[in-house]
């Protein structure tokens, strides 16, 4: 018998309650992205190219020709949608911990609490009837369908990719997902992770990869396009390409596990790491090439700052380098003496800066930055810090070790928060790409 001591955090906070929290967290964090970042003067709905009725990508419809509604047309839903979610979540985890008492014995008697609150969950997501936010729902179905079933021809939409590096980060929730059902179903148990042989073993990392999967599906599209001429996608399929062997190497430790008992006995089995196993070094060459390649490409390609690229030599031959600020920091005057744009971009052209120095900006930053300086590094540093633990999160070898433990929880969260922080920084680049080439963003060359 599972003791509460052994393993605390099953029987108080068992892991179908914690897949619920986490998808939870998504709707929450997706609404403040929204809020955040008409707080801070981007208009996300508008760059996400987003329609008020079914949040459908607008096509061809340029944005700025679209009359757009305000941005809380589309967060405030979401933030009304997270509190019935929570409001039900909540009081499901409530009637479980007043059913149980703390007494695990009792854990799996009452685990039809969280299969109901599970099953009432889909049902609603499913539910065609106009309520529970029935349009913020179809918008997660649409993408969810547009992600999966991309037309191999077809364009792929800004909101599509930002849908689904979102969903890269539920990877590790999706194995749970499948962990969870078994869970559930006669004859398991939550005090303990479902052990799975022959094909079965490799559902969970299947599953995993799927997130990866569809992001690398993306970039192809996109690298095949008639219309694209750069490398980037390809470049980008690699990131994502990486993420696999992560995966399915770390599912493949059962068979490092099965040949080290046959030399050193069962207490081989207790143990997580194996550093003089090929085997095991292979996936930690993996896991650690993914993690430093992605912290590169969210640096460089996600976000657009410049500290791990070569800086370009200067040369007279081009117009000088202009540091925008934006209102956040402080209102430059324009030629035409206003002030700032509405969208965040302050309004300055070469003219302002003529016969003087180049501005300089901040070292390893770019020319036009949206957000207070100090926010860069911080979130430089925490990705990289998130970056390093994700692709062990991965590792569902791991998993089995430490699942009575908040660590792997927690490293989930984690990863959430780093999400959140990107889709902030990757909207900001986004906007500063486009503000290159329309005037509409307030930048003239």
């Keep these: 018998m599972v003791s509460q001591d052994e393993n605390p955090l099953a029987g108080s906070f068992p892991l179908p309650f ?3 929290f986490l998808v939870g967290l998504g709707i929450l964090g997706w609404a403040t992205n929204l809020h955040g970042l008409e707080r801070l003067g981007i208009d996300g709905p508008s760059i996400l190219e987003l329609q008020a009725h079914n949040y459908l990508p607008l096509g061809s419809t340029h944005p700025s020709r679209t009359k757009q509604p305000i941005a809380s047309a589309f967060y405030k839903p979401v933030y009304q949608l997270f509190v019935t979610y929570a409001s039900w979540c909540f009081g499901a985890w409530l009637l479980y911990r007043a059913a149980t008492h703390s007494n695990v014995t009792l854990v799996d008697a009452f685990g039809y609490i969280p299969g109901v609150c599970i099953l009432n969950v889909l049902t609603i997501l499913l539910c065609t009837l106009d309520v529970v936010q029935k349009r913020q729902r179809d918008a997660f179905l649409f993408s969810a369908e547009r992600c999966l079933f991309a037309a191999a021809s077809g364009p792929i939409y800004f909101s599509d990719i930002i849908f689904a590096d979102i969903l890269t980060s539920y990877a590790k929730v999706l194995g749970d997902v499948w962990l969870s059902l078994w869970m559930l179903l006669p004859g398991g148990s939550m005090l303990s992770i479902p052990s799975h042989e022959g094909w079965f073993q490799w559902i969970l990392p299947s599953l995993m990869s799927l997130p990866y999967i569809i992001r690398l599906r993306q970039c192809i599209i996109e690298y095949r396009a008639p ?70 490409w969210d640096l460089t390609n996600d976000w657009g700052l410049e500290i791990l690229q070569p800086r370009p030599v200067a040369s007279s031959s081009h117009s000088p380098r202009v540091f925008v600020l934006p209102s956040l920091h402080q209102k430059v005057p324009s030629v035409d003496g206003s002030l700032s744009h509405p969208d965040g971009l302050s309004r300055i052209s070469s003219a302002t800066v003529a016969g003087h120095a180049p501005l300089a900006y901040p070292y390893g930053l770019r020319p036009v930055l949206l957000y207070p300086i100090l926010v860069y590094p911080l979130i430089i540093f925490l990705n990289l810090v998130l970056r390093m633990t994700w692709s062990i999160k991965l590792s569902s070898h791991l998993h089995l070790h430490s699942e009575g433990s908040a660590v792997i929880f927690w490293l989930e969260v984690a990863e959430l928060l780093r999400r959140w922080m990107w889709v902030f920084l990757r909207i900001e680049w986004e906007v500063v790409k486009k503000g290159k080439d329309r005037e509409d963003f307030g930048l003239v060359d």
């Excluded at 390809?234 to 399915?248: D, G, M």
């Excluded at 040949?259 to 196993?277: D, F, T």
């Design 227 to 296: 219309t694209n001429t750069s490398r980037r996608p390809l470049l980008n399929a690699i990131k994502y390409a990486s993420s696999l062997p992560v995966i399915y190497l770390s599912a493949a430790q059962r068979l490092v596990v099965t040949e080290l008992v046959e030399i050193r006995g069962e207490a081989a089995r207790q143990q997580a790491w194996h550093g003089e196993h090929p085997l095991f070094r292979l996936w930690l060459l993996a896991a650690v090439t993914n993690s430093l390649y992605s912290f590169w």
């Design 18 to 20: 914690r897949v619920l």
